[in-house]
């Protein structure tokens, strides 16, 4: 008989049997509130009835129009409505189907349209677990481990974790972008540096936003030296973190974006997007793949723009992610062993640990707790050691309160 592959990890013991809004269901009917939502996936919340209908009727009409061989309608009209969330520019678009595959996608225009091989990213980077998304991952040596040799041509430069360093965000962000420079002046020449590839908020690595003048640093430079600026966007796009992007919490215009998990409400879709004479220098067929632009998941798609449009759904993260966060800051205030609180809108993490020291071992039992007191949470960051919260954006206050008064159970128990 089969089995599941002892490679798989789970972070909850829950077997899922139904979604419905921001909760999942288990096999004896019992009840979890998902503050994972899929790792940040199931934006509009679990089975949206607008998001099934609309993936039903396609499902009807037309599965797979395999977009090298025909065109469809449903991947024409996602271009069309991308076209008004996206930033003003970025008018071409390319589909795959995961956040790696996204990355490795613009890794190769970066490559094609620069003619230079190089690519930065910041250290505590998750792009991915393809081989070249894995060689730009710096969240952790359980990506990197044993798998080489990694793709050539990845610098990392410090992302500014100013909890980690001691420091205010102004010194974090002085000091990585002061070794940015020098690594650009040692070890990644100019010009033979293609991009800088960022996330808003650092994902995987430990939910850090990346503060104020970063990412106005990244793009200063990658003006200078004629590289390209690439946010990836995988987990804080789609209103996640109370802006429809993430790089809109400062004064930025990427080159290329590149978005997935919430833009489909669960159905695989991802896409990169970049101005159309940027995409143009790639050679024509450089890009493909068998399911890309899956017409249901683009039928799904439509209908998670409709719905985030409908029902304020980025106000909505942004009003709740405030109320999550000062409900998570009450908790650390109890608790010492949480030493940060931080993240933006619905996107939001508590470090166990003080001082610099990583309390792994709290975290994970305060993850547990949760789960078994019904709220369904991850970890993240390089030591397993932050708490992270990501519900769905459908979420409500009286969901927000519900989650805080667990949170609050767990931690007392995991530190009893
Ligand atoms: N980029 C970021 C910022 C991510 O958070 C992730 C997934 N956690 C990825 C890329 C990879 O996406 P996928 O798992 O869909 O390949």
């Avoid at 995988?234 to 974006?257: I, K, M, N, S, Y």
């Avoid at 708490?387 to 995991?414: G, K, N």
Wanted: glycine fraction near 12%; include cysteine.
């Amino acid at each position: 008989m089969a089995q599941l592959s002892p490679v798989l990890t789970q972070a909850t013991p829950v077997l899922a049997a139904r979604g419905e809004g921001v909760h999942l269901y288990d096999e004896d009917g019992r009840r979890y509130l998902d503050f994972t939502a899929g790792i940040g996936v199931t934006s509009t919340g679990h089975c949206h009835p607008r998001v099934v209908r609309a993936a039903q009727e396609q499902v009807a009409t037309l599965i797979h129009g395999q977009y090298t061989t025909v065109m469809h309608r449903p991947l024409l009209r996602l271009t069309e409505r991308l076209g008004e969330v996206l930033p003003e520019g970025l008018d071409a678009l390319f589909y795959l189907n995961s956040g790696s595959e996204a990355v490795e996608a613009a890794i190769r225009l970066a490559r094609h349209a620069t003619g230079r091989q190089n690519i930065v990213v910041f250290h505590g980077s998750f792009h991915g677990r393809t081989m070249g998304a894995a060689s730009l991952t710096t969240a952790g040596t359980k990506f990197r481990a044993g798998i080489g040799p990694l793709m050539p041509g990845a610098a990392v430069a410090p992302f500014p974790q100013a909890y980690r360093y001691g420091w205010s965000e102004e010194e974090a962000t002085r000091f990585a972008l002061r070794e940015l420079d020098y690594l650009l002046a040692t070890v990644s020449p100019a010009q033979d540096t293609a991009a800088f590839v960022v996330e808003p908020v650092l994902g995987e690595g430990g939910y850090i936003p990346a503060p104020p003048g970063f990412l106005e640093g990244l793009r200063e430079r990658a003006d200078r030296h004629g590289g390209l600026l690439i946010v990836d966007e995988v987990q804080t796009g789609f209103g996640r973190t109370g802006r429809f992007w993430g790089h809109e919490h400062a004064d930025v215009r990427p080159d290329v974006l590149i978005t997935a998990k919430g833009l489909a409400s669960g159905f695989p879709l991802s896409a990169i997007a970049a101005p159309a004479e940027l995409m143009g220098r790639a050679w024509p067929g450089s890009q493909g793949g068998t399911y890309g632009g899956n017409a249901v998941a683009c039928a799904a798609a439509l209908a998670t723009l409709d719905v985030i449009q409908d029902e304020g759904l980025v106000a909505n993260a942004d009003a709740m992610g405030l109320r999550l966060r000062d409900g998570l800051r009450k908790v650390a205030s109890a608790h010492p062993v949480i030493g940060d609180v931080r993240g933006r809108g619905l996107m939001l993490g508590s470090e166990f640990g003080t001082g610099g020291e990583p309390d792994t071992a709290a975290a994970q039992r305060a993850q547990r707790e949760a789960a078994q007191r019904g709220l369904l949470l991850l970890t993240c960051g390089a030591y397993g050691n932050v708490v992270r919260m990501i519900p769905p954006l459908v979420v409500d206050a009286a969901q927000i309160d519900e989650a805080v008064q667990i949170w609050s159970e767990a931690v007392a128990a995991a530190v009893e």
